[in-house]
């Protein structure tokens, strides 16, 4: 009997001494790029804008938490979210298995191939051969940046940037003869501006889960599961409840989501 009480004792312990330790998530802070329209960006006010940081405030809302945004270069991003610099990464981060083996994800929030895009006539049609010795940009340490180095390496010379926006800089000055990014980034961020209007998609869509993985998700420390508990819950309220459906209607003219 008193060893059922000790036992007993003990447990309360370790139920109180959890519960004391608890995160409330109250309050929230996510880490954005702020250089990836349109799903991220900043307007001339100085303000962080895009479907990203649309989707983040809708999250924060159906959490119940104050959310604060924090501007981070792409490079650095999961670095400093392991150094606690905030809480989660909303910034169009695809979910693959090699980032899993340094931060949990959430399930998708939305999924949209890759896709080469290179000057208008500059070739007839996509191949291996064909694409021998271009010179194609990427965005530095991005799933496409691994997908066209292991697939590509040895055919082109890769170029890679630190935003996507300096990628396109280089294109259009023909430092570059293509790029390979997300197909939403390319068409909205550049092809439908006006220095993209001589460029356009050549290749197949891209989403070979080994390099694209399972969707853009939101990235948490492995050690805060209830976080990515909360926001999975959230996640499917906004989307039940319309909220997701007004902001991907205010940014694409198709379902972004995915199947």
């Not at 895009?50 to 999961?78: C, N, P, S, Y």
């Not at 961020?189 to 969707?215: H, M, N, R, T, V």
């Amino acid at each position: 009997m008193k060893k059922l009480i000790v036992l007993v004792s003990i447990a309360s312990l370790l139920v109180c001494s959890a519960t004391a330790f608890a995160k409330d998530w109250s309050k929230i802070r996510i880490g954005v790029e702020g250089a990836y329209p349109p799903f991220s960006y900043v307007e001339p006010n100085g303000e962080l804008a895009g479907f990203d940081i649309d989707i983040a405030k809708a999250l924060g809302e159906a959490m119940g938490a104050e959310i604060t945004l924090v501007a981070q270069d792409w490079d650095g991003i999961i670095p400093a979210l392991l150094a606690k610099k905030y809480d989660a990464i909303i910034a169009s981060m695809s979910i693959t298995e090699e980032r899993k083996k340094k931060v949990a994800f959430t399930n998708k929030y939305y999924q949209t191939p890759a896709k080469f895009v290179m000057k208008k006539g500059a070739m007839t049609e996509f191949s291996r051969e064909a694409i021998k010795g271009k010179k194609v940009g990427v965005q530095r340490a991005t799933i496409h940046d691994r997908y066209l180095t292991d697939n590509y390496g040895n055919d082109v010379e890769v170029k890679r940037y630190g935003t996507q926006d300096e990628a396109y800089l280089d294109l259009t000055a023909g430092r570059v003869d293509m790029l390979l990014a997300d197909s939403v980034a390319l068409s909205d961020g550049f092809l439908k501006k006006p220095e993209g209007a001589g460029y356009q998609f050549i290749g197949p869509d891209l989403s070979d889960p080994k390099w694209f993985g399972d969707g853009a998700g939101i990235a948490i420390r492995k050690s805060d599961t209830d976080l990515v508990d909360k926001f999975n819950m959230a996640i499917e309220k906004i989307r039940s409840d319309g909220t997701y459906k007004k902001i991907q209607d205010k940014y694409f003219d198709f379902n972004v989501y995915g199947e």
